[in-house]
C-alpha cells in the first residue's frame, strides 16, 4: 500500500482538467513601432525614452537613479528561485510605443481563443483588444457617461506620463515615496524604463461606487510591461481600480516587471484587483505596495493564473493610527510555472491590524510558493495580523513551499499565523462521483470550492469569470 | 573511517567553510555578532559526570563492532542549520566525545543522566552520539551548567541515530551562565517505526541558538521535537529547526514554546520537507509565543516545503499577550495578578514539557522551568 497513490490514476485528466491552457493566448505578430528604444539597457536607452516621451527633467535623474541602483543590486537568488538566472537583460526591449495600427484582423484570432472569450461571455470590444487586434481598446462608448461623471467629481485618471506632466503638484509628493527606487532589484529596473500604467487622484470624500479599471483609459501602454501607477486617495474618499482579467493575454515580451503605489489618505479606502494571466514564458516581477493613513484601508485581491514566474508580495504600511491592510490571494501553478506570491504587513502605528489570505493550487509539477512578512515594531500598541495560507495540491509531482516571517516586539499585539496543504481526496471524488459528476466536473467543483471564499471577495464579474475559466476547463477535458 | 580520520577531516572543513554571513537565510533575524565565534581556534571538552553509566563509551574506547555502529553517526554529524563552521570545529575534538550504545529490546526504567559543567572563559565542546538498538526504549537528560560566574562559549552536538521500533526521550536543559553563549546542534534520525523524541529548556545564557533536525527515512517513523524558552532581560533565544521526510508514513510533530520577559528576543525559523515519494506524510509545526513585557521581540518564520502528494502538513505560529480576562478570572478567585500571570505562563510550557510523556523527564524539566520562574518572580 505503501506507494498507492490515488492522484497517479487521474494525474493526466485532472492535469488537463485545471489546466487554465495559457497557450491560448500565446501567439504573436508584427506590429511597426513608432518609437522603439532598441534592445538592450544603457543610459541612452534611459535618455531615449525620456527624450521621446518629453519628461521634465527630475524624471531624467530619477530614471538614471534607478539604472544605477539596478545595475548595483544582485539578483536577490540567495531567497529566491535559481530561475531569475535565465533573464537575459541584453535582449529585452525596453520601450516600444505605437503610431501605427496592428495589422492582425479578427478572422486571424484563433478558434480556441475565439470560444474561450465566447465562453467567459467577454464583451464584444474587450475581446478585440485581447485578441491583439486592436492596439488600443476603444473605452468611448462604452464607458463615456462614466468618464463624465468621473470628471465632475475631479477625479484625476489619466496615464502615468500625463500624470507626471500635468498634475505634478500631486503626482511628485508621492511618486517612489512608498517603493523607493532602491527597493529591489526590479524596482530599480521600473525606475529607470518605466512607461505606461495609470495616475489616479480621488478628492476629498469622493466614494465611487463602480470600479476603475485599466482598459477604461484609451492608452495603449495601459498593459505595459513596465508600467508605473500611483493612486493617491484623498481622505475619506473611496476607490475600487481593476486591472488584469481573466482571459488569457497575449505578450510578447518576456519580462514585466511593474510597480504599483498606492497612498490613502486619512478615512480613504483603496482596493486594488489584480488578475494576472500572463502567457506561459512570461516573468512576472512585481512590486507593490501602498501607505495607510490613519483609519485607512487599503485591501490588495489578487489572482495569478499565468506567467512563467511570479513573484508578488503586496504590502500595506499602515502608517496611521487603526489603519488596516489586507491581501487576499489566489494562485494557480501548473507545469513549468512558478507562482512565488506573499504579502508584507508592516505595522507602523497603534491599533494597526492586517489581514493575510493565501491560497495556492499547484497542478501537474507546478510550484507555488507563499512568502510573508508581518512586522510589528517596538512602542506600538494594540496591532493585530492574521495571516492563513492553505495550499491545494493536484497531483504527486505538485509542489508547495510556504515561508512566513513574522517579527512582534512589545506585548500588547496579537499575530497568528496558520498554513496548511492538502489535496483533493479520493473520497470526495467518489462521493461526487457517485452522485452523478464526471471526474473533470468533481475535481472542478473541488478546486472551486477550495477557493471559494476568497473569489467571492473579487467583484461579482471578476468571480464569475473565474469560476467560468475553470469550469470551461475542466469539461473539456473528460470525455 | 577512523577517528584521526575523522578528526582530520573536520579541522579540514573548519578552514575551508565561511564565517556566517547576513545574506544567509538561516541567520535571517539572527545575531551574527555572537554567532560567527570568530575568535575561536579550539574547543575543549566541558566537565561530565554520568547517572546511569552502564551503556555509556568514551569513543576511544570502543569495541570494532561499535566503532561500526558509530560510524553512520559519525557521517552525519555536521551542522546544516547555519552553523556548521563551528561544529566542525568541535566535532574535531573527537577523542571527547561519549558513545551511547544501547543493545535491541533493552529496555532502561531510568533515564541517563549526563552533567556537564562548562567552563568558563573558554570554548567548550559537548559531544554525544546515541545508537538505539531495535525495539530498545531508554532516555537520555543532558544538563548544561556553569562551573562558576563567569561567561563561556559552548558547542553541544548530540546526534542520536534509532534502529527499527526503538522508544527514545532526549532531553536537554540549559542553564549556563547568563552572559555566556551556547549552540546546539541536534540530529535524529528516525529508522523503521521508531518514536524519538528530543526537547530542548532553555533558561541560561545571554545568547542560545539551537539547530535541531529531525530526518525520517523510514516508513513509519516518528519524531517529536520540542523545546521550552524563558528568556528574560536582554536574553537572546535562536531556534532553528528542520524537519525531513524522505519516506512515506512518516510523521512528525514540533512544538516550540517561549515564554518572553523584559527585553528578550527570540527567533523562531523552521522548515518542514517532504521529498517527492514520501507520500502520506504527516508532519506539524507550532511555535507559540508568549509576550509578558512590552519590550520583547518575537520572530516567527514557520515554513513548508511540499513535494509530495496525500500529505497532512500544517504550520502555525502565533504571539501574543495574556488576555485580562484570564487574568481577571484568576483575581476574582483571590490570586494576585503577578501570580495569576506566572500560573498561566506556566501552564503555557508545562504542555510542551508533558509531550515527553516520561515522568522522570517531566520531573527533571519542571523542577529547572520552576527554578526560572521562581527567579523571575524575586526580579
Given at each position: 500500500?505503501d506507494d498507492?497513490?490515488?492522484?497517479?490514476?487521474?494525474?493526466?485528466?485532472?492535469?488537463?482538467?485545471?489546466?487554465?491552457?495559457?497557450?491560448?493566448?500565446d501567439?504573436?505578430?508584427?506590429?511597426?513601432?513608432?518609437?522603439?528604444?532598441?534592445?538592450?539597457l544603457?543610459?541612452?536607452t534611459?535618455?531615449?525614452?525620456?527624450?521621446v516621451?518629453?519628461?521634465p527633467?527630475?524624471?531624467?535623474?530619477f530614471?538614471?537613479?534607478?539604472?544605477?541602483?539596478?545595475?548595483?543590486?544582485?539578483?536577490?537568488?540567495?531567497?529566491?528561485?535559481?530561475?531569475?538566472n535565465?533573464?537575459?537583460?541584453?535582449?529585452?526591449?525596453?520601450?516600444?510605443?505605437?503610431?501605427?495600427?496592428?495589422t492582425?484582423?479578427?478572422?486571424?484570432?484563433?478558434?480556441?481563443m475565439?470560444e474561450?472569450f465566447?465562453?467567459?461571455?467577454?464583451?464584444?470590444?474587450?475581446?478585440?483588444?485581447?485578441a491583439g487586434?486592436?492596439?488600443?481598446?476603444d473605452?468611448?462608448?462604452a464607458?463615456?457617461?462614466?468618464?463624465?461623471?468621473?470628471?465632475?467629481k475631479?477625479?484625476?485618471?489619466v496615464?502615468?506620463?500625463?500624470g507626471?506632466?500635468e498634475?505634478?503638484?500631486?503626482?511628485?509628493?508621492?511618486?517612489?515615496k512608498v517603493?523607493?527606487t532602491g527597493?529591489n532589484?526590479?524596482?530599480a529596473?521600473?525606475?529607470a524604463?518605466?512607461?505606461?500604467?495609470?495616475?489616479i487622484?480621488?478628492?476629498?470624500?469622493?466614494?465611487l461606487e463602480?470600479p476603475?479599471?485599466?482598459y477604461?483609459?484609451i492608452?495603449?501602454?495601459?498593459?505595459?510591461?513596465f508600467e508605473?501607477?500611483?493612486?493617491?486617495?484623498?481622505?475619506?474618499?473611496?476607490?475600487m481600480?481593476?486591472?488584469?482579467?481573466t482571459?488569457?493575454?497575449f505578450e510578447?515580451?518576456?519580462?514585466?516587471?511593474?510597480v504599483?503605489e498606492l497612498?490613502?489618505?486619512k478615512g480613504?479606502k483603496?482596493?486594488?484587483?489584480t488578475?494576472?494571466?500572463?502567457?506561459?514564458?512570461v516573468?512576472?516581477?512585481?512590486?507593490?505596495r501602498?501607505?495607510?493613513?490613519?483609519?485607512a484601508?487599503?485591501?490588495?485581491?489578487?489572482?495569478?493564473i499565468g506567467?512563467?514566474?511570479?513573484?508578488?508580495?503586496?504590502?500595506?504600511?499602515?502608517?496611521?493610527?487603526?489603519a488596516?491592510?489586507?491581501?487576499?490571494?489566489?494562485a494557480l501553478?501548473?507545469?513549468?510555472?512558478h507562482q512565488?506570491?506573499g504579502?508584507?504587513?508592516?505595522?507602523?502605528?497603534?491599533?494597526?491590524?492586517?489581514?493575510?489570505?493565501s491560497?495556492?493550487?499547484s497542478?501537474?509539477?507546478?510550484?507555488?510558493?507563499?512568502r510573508?512578512?508581518v512586522h510589528?515594531?517596538?512602542?506600538?500598541k494594540?496591532c493585530?495580523?492574521?495571516?492563513?495560507?492553505?495550499?491545494?495540491?493536484?497531483?504527486?509531482?505538485?509542489?508547495?513551499?510556504?515561508y512566513?516571517?513574522?517579527?512582534?516586539?512589545g506585548?500588547d499585539h496579537?499575530?497568528?499565523?496558520?498554513?496548511?496543504?492538502?489535496q483533493?481526496?479520493e473520497?470526495?471524488?467518489f462521493?461526487?462521483?457517485?452522485?452523478?459528476?464526471?471526474?473533470?466536473?468533481?475535481?472542478s467543483?473541488?478546486v472551486?470550492?477550495f477557493?471559494?471564499?476568497?473569489v467571492?471577495?473579487?467583484?461579482?464579474?471578476?468571480?464569475?469569470e473565474?469560476?467560468?475559466?475553470?469550469?470551461l476547463?475542466?469539461e473539456g477535458?473528460?470525455? | 573511517?577512523t577517528?584521526?580520520?575523522?578528526?582530520?577531516?573536520?579541522?579540514?572543513?573548519f578552514?575551508?567553510?565561511?564565517?556566517?554571513?547576513?545574506?544567509?537565510e538561516?541567520?535571517?533575524?539572527?545575531n551574527?555578532k555572537?554567532?560567527?565565534?570568530?575568535?575561536i581556534?579550539?574547543?575543549?571538552?566541558a566537565?561530565?559526570?554520568v547517572?546511569?553509566?552502564?551503556?555509556?563509551h568514551?569513543?576511544t574506547?570502543l569495541?570494532?563492532?561499535?566503532?561500526k555502529?558509530?560510524?553512520?553517526?559519525?557521517?552525519?554529524?555536521?551542522a546544516?542549520?547555519?552553523s556548521?563552521?563551528?561544529?566542525a570545529l568541535?566535532?574535531?575534538?573527537?577523542?571527547?566525545?561519549?558513545?551511547i550504545?544501547i543493545?535491541?529490546?533493552?529496555?532502561?526504567?531510568?533515564?541517563?543522566?549526563?552533567?556537564?559543567?562548562v567552563?568558563?572563559?573558554?570554548a567548550?565542546n559537548?559531544?554525544l552520539?546515541?545508537?538505539?538498538?531495535?525495539?530498545?526504549?531508554?532516555s537520555?537528560?543532558e544538563?548544561?551548567?556553569?562551573?562558576?560566574?563567569?561567561?563561556?562559549t559552548?558547542?553541544?552536538?548530540?546526534i542520536?541515530?534509532?534502529?527499527?521500533?526503538?522508544?527514545v526521550?532526549?532531553?536537554?536543559?540549559?542553564?549556563?551562565q547568563?552572559?555566556?553563549?551556547?549552540?546546539f546542534?541536534h540530529r535524529?534520525?528516525?529508522?523503521?517505526?521508531?518514536?524519538?523524541?528530543?526537547c530542548?529548556?532553555?533558561t541560561?545564557?545571554?545568547w542560545?541558538?539551537?539547530?535541531?533536525?529531525?530526518?525520517l527515512?523510514e516508513?513509519?517513523?516518528?519524531?517529536n521535537?520540542l523545546?521550552?524558552?524563558?528568556p528574560?532581560?536582554?536574553?537572546?533565544?535562536?531556534?532553528?529547526?528542520f524537519q525531513?521526510h524522505a519516506?512515506?508514513?512518516?510523521t512528525?510533530d514540533l512544538l516550540?514554546?517561549?515564554?518572553?520577559?523584559?527585553?528578550?528576543?527570540?527567533?523562531?525559523?523552521?522548515?518542514i520537507?517532504?521529498?517527492?515519494?514520501?507520500?502520506?506524510t504527516?508532519a506539524y509545526?507550532?511555535?507559540?509565543?508568549?509576550l509578558?513585557?512590552?519590550?520583547?521581540?518575537a520572530?516567527s518564520?514557520?515554513?513548508l516545503?511540499?513535494?509530495?502528494d496525500?500529505v497532512?502538513?500544517?504550520?502555525g505560529?502565533?504571539?501574543?499577550t495574556?488576555?485580562e480576562?484570564?487574568?481577571f478570572?484568576?483575581?476574582?478567585r483571590?490570586?494576585?495578578p503577578?501570580?495569576?500571570?506566572?500560573?498561566?505562563?506556566?501552564?503555557?510550557?508545562?504542555?510542551?514539557?508533558?509531550?515527553?510523556s516520561?515522568e522522570?523527564?517531566?520531573?527533571?524539566?519542571?523542577?529547572?522551568?520552576d527554578?526560572k520562574?521562581?527567579?523571575?518572580?524575586?526580579g
Amino acid at each position: 500500500m505503501d506507494d498507492v497513490n490515488i492522484s497517479d490514476q487521474i494525474d493526466e485528466d485532472t492535469q488537463a482538467a485545471i489546466d487554465v491552457n495559457q497557450s491560448k493566448g500565446d501567439f504573436t505578430y508584427d506590429v511597426k513601432h513608432k518609437y522603439d528604444a532598441g534592445v538592450g539597457l544603457s543610459e541612452a536607452t534611459v535618455d531615449y525614452i525620456t527624450d521621446v516621451k518629453e519628461e521634465p527633467e527630475w524624471i531624467r535623474e530619477f530614471r538614471k537613479h534607478g539604472l544605477k541602483t539596478f545595475e548595483d543590486k544582485p539578483m536577490p537568488t540567495n531567497w529566491a528561485t535559481e530561475d531569475l538566472n535565465n533573464i537575459d537583460f541584453s535582449k529585452i526591449r525596453y520601450y516600444l510605443s505605437g503610431g501605427t495600427k496592428p495589422t492582425r484582423s479578427w478572422d486571424e484570432v484563433p478558434d480556441e481563443m475565439k470560444e474561450t472569450f465566447e465562453r467567459l461571455g467577454i464583451p464584444e470590444q474587450e475581446r478585440a483588444f485581447l485578441a491583439g487586434v486592436e492596439a488600443q481598446f476603444d473605452s468611448e462608448a462604452a464607458y463615456s457617461n462614466m468618464k463624465e461623471e468621473l470628471s465632475k467629481k475631479g477625479v484625476i485618471f489619466v496615464g502615468s506620463t500625463e500624470g507626471l506632466k500635468e498634475h505634478e503638484e500631486i503626482f511628485r509628493p508621492y511618486f517612489g515615496k512608498v517603493i523607493p527606487t532602491g527597493d529591489n532589484k526590479f524596482s530599480a529596473l521600473n525606475s529607470a524604463v518605466f512607461s505606461g500604467g495609470s495616475f489616479i487622484y480621488i478628492p476629498k470624500g469622493v466614494k465611487l461606487e463602480q470600479p476603475l479599471q485599466a482598459y477604461f483609459r484609451i492608452n495603449s501602454e495601459s498593459f505595459g510591461q513596465f508600467e508605473r501607477t500611483l493612486i493617491i486617495a484623498d481622505e475619506g474618499s473611496e476607490v475600487m481600480y481593476m486591472e488584469g482579467c481573466t482571459a488569457p493575454s497575449f505578450e510578447t515580451s518576456t519580462l514585466h516587471s511593474a510597480v504599483v503605489e498606492l497612498v490613502a489618505l486619512k478615512g480613504a479606502k483603496i482596493q486594488y484587483v489584480t488578475v494576472q494571466n500572463w502567457s506561459a514564458n512570461v516573468f512576472n516581477l512585481v512590486t507593490k505596495r501602498g501607505l495607510a493613513m490613519e483609519d485607512a484601508e487599503i485591501r490588495w485581491i489578487d489572482c495569478n493564473i499565468g506567467s512563467r514566474l511570479t513573484m508578488k508580495y503586496p504590502g500595506v504600511i499602515m502608517k496611521g493610527r487603526r489603519a488596516r491592510g489586507e491581501v487576499i490571494s489566489i494562485a494557480l501553478a501548473n507545469d513549468g510555472q512558478h507562482q512565488d506570491t506573499g504579502a508584507k504587513m508592516i505595522h507602523a502605528a497603534d491599533e494597526t491590524t492586517s489581514n493575510v489570505v493565501s491560497k495556492s493550487i499547484s497542478v501537474g509539477e507546478g510550484r507555488s510558493t507563499y512568502r510573508g512578512q508581518v512586522h510589528i515594531p517596538k512602542h506600538l500598541k494594540g496591532c493585530r495580523n492574521n495571516t492563513e495560507c492553505d495550499a491545494l495540491l493536484i497531483n504527486s509531482t505538485s509542489r508547495t513551499d510556504t515561508y512566513p516571517a513574522i517579527t512582534v516586539r512589545g506585548n500588547d499585539h496579537v499575530t497568528q499565523h496558520e498554513a496548511s496543504v492538502s489535496q483533493v481526496s479520493e473520497e470526495m471524488l467518489f462521493y461526487m462521483q457517485q452522485r452523478g459528476l464526471n471526474e473533470g466536473e468533481a475535481m472542478s467543483l473541488a478546486v472551486n470550492g477550495f477557493i471559494n471564499d476568497l473569489v467571492r471577495e473579487f467583484p461579482m464579474e471578476y468571480s464569475v469569470e473565474l469560476k467560468r475559466l475553470i469550469d470551461l476547463e475542466m469539461e473539456g477535458s473528460v470525455g | 573511517m577512523t577517528l584521526n580520520d575523522f578528526k582530520a577531516q573536520k579541522l579540514q572543513e573548519f578552514d575551508a567553510l565561511p564565517l556566517p554571513s547576513r545574506s544567509e537565510e538561516n541567520w535571517r533575524f539572527g545575531n551574527l555578532k555572537q554567532g560567527k565565534h570568530e575568535t575561536i581556534e579550539s574547543f575543549r571538552a566541558a566537565d561530565t559526570s554520568v547517572t546511569n553509566a552502564a551503556f555509556i563509551h568514551s569513543v576511544t574506547d570502543l569495541s570494532d563492532d561499535q566503532l561500526k555502529r558509530l560510524a553512520p553517526l559519525l557521517e552525519k554529524s555536521g551542522a546544516t542549520l547555519g552553523s556548521p563552521k563551528v561544529t566542525a570545529l568541535a566535532l574535531s575534538n573527537i577523542e571527547s566525545a561519549l558513545f551511547i550504545d544501547i543493545p535491541s529490546n533493552e529496555i532502561l526504567e531510568e533515564p541517563i543522566i549526563i552533567d556537564y559543567s562548562v567552563i568558563s572563559a573558554s570554548a567548550n565542546n559537548t559531544l554525544l552520539f546515541i545508537h538505539a538498538g531495535a525495539c530498545s526504549q531508554f532516555s537520555v537528560v543532558e544538563k548544561y551548567t556553569s562551573n562558576d560566574n563567569a561567561p563561556s562559549t559552548t558547542v553541544g552536538v548530540t546526534i542520536i541515530h534509532s534502529e527499527a521500533s526503538a522508544t527514545v526521550k532526549h532531553l536537554a536543559i540549559q542553564s549556563v551562565q547568563e552572559e555566556s553563549r551556547i549552540t546546539f546542534h541536534h540530529r535524529v534520525d528516525g529508522g523503521k517505526d521508531s518514536n524519538i523524541s528530543s526537547c530542548i529548556l532553555n533558561t541560561g545564557a545571554a545568547w542560545a541558538r539551537s539547530e535541531a533536525s529531525a530526518y525520517l527515512n523510514e516508513n513509519g517513523a516518528h519524531a517529536n521535537l520540542l523545546s521550552v524558552s524563558v528568556p528574560n532581560e536582554n536574553q537572546e533565544y535562536d531556534q532553528r529547526t528542520f524537519q525531513s521526510h524522505a519516506s512515506p508514513h512518516t510523521t512528525s510533530d514540533l512544538l516550540y514554546k517561549n515564554s518572553l520577559y523584559d527585553k528578550a528576543k527570540t527567533v523562531f525559523s523552521g522548515l518542514i520537507f517532504v521529498e517527492e515519494k514520501a507520500h502520506f506524510t504527516d508532519a506539524y509545526q507550532t511555535c507559540r509565543n508568549l509576550l509578558m513585557s512590552d519590550t520583547t521581540e518575537a520572530n516567527s518564520m514557520p515554513g513548508l516545503e511540499i513535494n509530495a502528494d496525500q500529505v497532512k502538513c500544517s504550520h502555525g505560529s502565533t504571539s501574543s499577550t495574556i488576555e485580562e480576562e484570564e487574568i481577571f478570572y484568576l483575581k476574582a478567585r483571590g490570586i494576585d495578578p503577578q501570580t495569576a500571570k506566572q500560573m498561566i505562563a506556566r501552564g503555557f510550557l508545562i504542555e510542551v514539557i508533558e509531550k515527553l510523556s516520561d515522568e522522570k523527564l517531566e520531573t527533571l524539566a519542571t523542577e529547572a522551568l520552576d527554578q526560572k520562574l521562581a527567579q523571575l518572580r524575586l526580579g
